[in-house]
């Protein structure tokens, strides 16, 4: 595996790969990575001749206040990770890299970005959009790839790439869960034991919306309260947000009918978690 920390660099080496007529797959990530980012790289196999991850801690997603200085970080171990499932190209820019110049200039969306994580975490998607602009332009692939558990990320990238015409398809992977259903993430390394037993109520929250919609139960907020009654009874657990929205627009729904997005942020002790399902009525 090429390591590759400047932006030059990692163009020359593009510009090769392409020339070869070699297809390029690109997974950003922040690091500390693990099987759901490994799914994106399998799948980046799969589909291109030349996968590229890259490794960013990007501060402009970052509010004040939030897990910047802390957010998990282990390069080594990523490295293994990578080399050991065939990753071609690790960029691993530094932040003077990617942004010599400051924060001059944002990618900022009008729609998509004021609901759900974008209303607790003001600003984090215009940080988002803009790293992803500016990797997808220095990586140049024909296809990259990102986790379903982000379920408003992807939709925000895909705005972004359908509005400024970027020349990239933009593919979303299944979330990857542990055996007892807790979606992976980076940041569940800051439960405690006992934290992670209550961080299984998100996951299983959705045997419930299940049982409340055999039931014929159709109103969002019936369902909402159940869900929020539901993790509260979990220790350390402080809910976020509980939504039920249209998958497309992430608008609240009146009535729920065809399909809908549970979408849930919960803290758990001191880690932020997200996880999603799409439901479908019959
Ligand atoms: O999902 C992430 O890890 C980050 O938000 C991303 C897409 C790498 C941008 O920094």
Not at 8 to 15: A, P, S, T
């Amino acid at each position: 595996m090429q390591v590759v920390k400047k932006i030059d660099e990692l163009r020359n080496i593009i510009k090769q790969e392409k020339i070869k007529g070699n297809k390029i797959g690109f997974v950003p990530t922040m690091g500390y990575l693990h099987d759901g980012h490994l799914s994106l790289i399998k799948k980046s196999k799969e589909d291109n001749d030349v996968t590229v991850c890259s490794i960013f801690v990007n501060p402009t997603q970052f509010g004040p206040g939030e897990d910047l200085d802390k957010y998990p970080r282990d390069i080594e171990r990523d490295m293994k990770l990578l080399k050991e499932n065939k990753c071609d190209i690790l960029f691993y820019p530094d932040v003077k890299e990617m942004y010599p110049n400051g924060f001059y200039t944002k990618v900022t969306l009008s729609i998509l970005t004021d609901k759900l994580c974008g209303k607790s975490r003001p600003g984090h998607f215009d940080g988002v959009a803009t790293v992803v602009t500016k990797l997808i332009n220095i990586v140049n692939p024909d296809s990259a790839y990102f986790g379903m558990k982000d379920y408003q990320q992807l939709l925000v990238i895909k705005r972004v790439v359908e509005d400024l015409n970027l020349d990239v398809n933009i593919v979303g992977c299944p979330i990857v869960r542990e055996n007892d259903g807790l979606a992976m993430s980076s940041r569940n390394v800051y439960l405690t034991e006992k934290e992670r037993e209550s961080a299984l109520s998100l996951s299983k929250s959705f045997k419930l919306v299940s049982q409340l919609i055999e039931k014929g139960i159709k109103n969002p907020q019936e369902i909402k309260q159940e869900v929020c009654k539901f993790i509260e009874t979990h220790p350390f657990t402080k809910i976020d947000y509980v939504e039920l929205v249209d998958i497309d627009t992430l608008e609240n729904l009146n009535e729920l009918k065809d399909k809908f997005l549970l979408a849930l942020a919960v803290f758990v002790g001191k880690a932020r978690l997200i996880d999603n399902k799409i439901f479908e009525i019959k």
